[in-house]
């Protein structure tokens, strides 16, 4: 099992920034990619960005690209998700996920077999 702890989350103002973390324990060795989804109220989760563990591969949504970078920290399994020029709609419980098989395209709810218990994000305008 690997289990998955979000933080940073909080509520800040449009243009502001916030850094969100994932810290990975357990059978870590068995995960390949790491992702952050975010589900905002009445809409169905969906793909932020993803980052291998192995190389240095990243996958962003086109609406987060040029605002969120995200990136890790292998020897403590921790993934982060630099978010900056928030705006309204980036608002959304943010949720970090771990596939345990190599992924062509990790972006896919489906395709992630671990998820954290999420963290809430609100900006407001």
């Known amino acids: 099992q690997v289990r998955l702890v979000e933080s940073g989350g909080g509520l800040v103002q449009a243009g502001d920034s916030l850094r969100l973390a994932c810290a990975a324990s357990?059978?870590?060795?068995?995960?390949?990619?790491i992702g952050w989804f975010r589900q905002a109220p009445g809409k169905e989760r969906e793909f932020v960005a993803s980052?291998?563990?192995?190389?240095?591969?990243?996958y962003y949504a086109d609406s987060v690209k040029g605002r969120f970078t995200i990136s890790k920290d292998n020897p403590k399994i921790t993934v982060y998700l630099q978010m900056n020029s928030l705006k309204p709609e980036d608002t959304a419980v943010y949720y970090c996920?771990?596939?345990?098989?190599?992924?062509?395209?990790?972006?896919?709810?489906?395709?992630?077999?671990?998820w954290g218990q999420g963290t809430q994000v609100t900006v407001s305008s």
């Open positions: 357990g059978r870590t060795f068995s995960v390949y990619d």
């Open positions: 980052i291998s563990l192995s190389g240095d591969s990243t």
């Open positions: 996920a771990a596939a345990r098989t190599r992924l062509t395209a990790p972006v896919a709810v489906s395709s992630f077999d671990y």
